[in-house]
């Protein structure tokens, strides 16, 4: 009983990072589509640093889920991802302290991450 308990549990751990595994590489994937695209002369990295710009809405250095929303709405991507999803991305790349640098983000944006 113990040890299937523990196996669901370790199920639901892997289901969970397999989640925000995919969250992350969807949301590196529209920023790359979007760049293919519309940048394909710009360099990645500057590329990266005008998307953050533009993102961090407030200049504190640091995006939150409503920002990157909004970023999703200015690019037309808001079918690529849910609010949850994007949510769920932001929390896996803020990482223990629970807030997402500009500079991860950008890390994210040029495949550093
Ligand atoms: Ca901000």
Known sequence: MLARFAM??????????YQSTQAVNTLASVFEEYREKNYAQTLPSRFAKEVVGAADANGDGFLTKEEIATIFENIGATEAMSSDEINEAVNTLAGADGELSTAEFIDLLTGKK
């Not at 669901?8 to 990072?17: E, I, K, N, P, Q």
């Open 8 to 17: 669901r549990g370790a199920l639901r751990a892997t289901v969970r990072r």
